[in-house]
T-cell receptor
Framework: DAGVIQSPRHEVTEMGQEVTLRCKPI?????LFWYRQTMMRGLELLIY????????DSGMPEDRFSAKMPNASFSTLKIQPSEPRDSAVYFC??????????????FGDGTRLSIL | SQQGEEDPQALSIQEGENATMNCSYK?????LQWYRQNSGRGLVHLIL?????REKHSGRLRVTLDTSKKSSSLLITASRAADTASYFC??????????FGAGTTVTVRA
């Protein structure tokens, strides 16, 4: 089984530019999560989708961040315009939610984003 | 916010020794999960222990859960160089979120 696939693995861009991160979850999973990891703040949940519908985006830092899940096999996280403080590793994770409790999440290898 | 807090923050051991790390949390949970993160990689699920379980084993891993103390421990026996990684506990409070701690960085010296 292929795991969660994220692209690109690394992204370096100048502030003000638009950044788009991509994620392909594990086939059959119905829950998708976007996280951001920094040394200062650890792992932060940005947004959660269930059955392609955004359920909770309260972790999205500000309006510059947006996420979409047009179908069960693809999601994007967009930052426009990007700022140096957005530099972090962004992870996508997926899981199969069949009841009230959380099943293990499967993480991609992340996108290391550097905004100059 | 981080509900799980791992202790210690960092641990250095000799190959073959055991490594123990602890996780404390604040509110009642449905289950608790442990994850490993190798440098430059995503988190990998290791083990899940439900709130009505006290101990669980998986290979060289042993996890305990004490809901009265709101704490869990992860023991790695006979450590290997490949166990060098950061280890995170994550609590499931019966909603869709997992709350991750800040992690314990384990270094296994050859």
């Amino acid at each position: 089984d292929a795991g969660v696939i994220q692209s690109p693995r690394h992204e370096v861009t100048e502030m003000g530019q638009e950044v788009t991160l991509r994620c392909k979850p594990i086939s059959g999973h119905n829950s998708l999560f976007w996280y951001r990891q920094t040394m200062m703040r650890g792992l932060e949940l940005l947004i959660y989708f269930n059955n392609n519908v955004p359920i909770d985006d309260s972790g999205m830092p500000e309006d510059r961040f947006s996420a979409k899940m047009p179908n069960a096999s693809f999601s994007t996280l967009k930052i426009q315009p990007s700022e140096p403080r957005d530099s972090a590793v962004y992870f996508c994770a997926s899981s199969l939610r069949t009841g009230p409790s959380n099943q293990p999440q499967h993480f991609g290898d992340g996108t290391r984003l550097s905004i100059l | 916010s981080q509900q799980g807090e791992e202790d210690p923050q960092a641990l250095s051991i000799q190959e073959g020794e055991n490594a123990t790390m602890n996780c404390s949390y604040k509110t009642s949970i449905n289950n608790l999960q442990w994850y490993r993160q190798n440098s430059g990689r995503g988190l990998v699920h290791l083990i899940l222990i439900r709130s009505n379980e006290r101990e669980k084993h998986s290979g060289r891993l042993r996890v305990t859960l004490d809901t009265s103390k709101k704490s869990s421990s992860l023991l790695i026996t006979a450590s290997r160089a490949a166990d060098t990684a950061s280890y995170f506990c994550a609590t499931d409070r019966n909603d869709y979120k997992l709350s991750f701690g800040a992690g314990t960085t384990v270094t296994v010296r050859a």
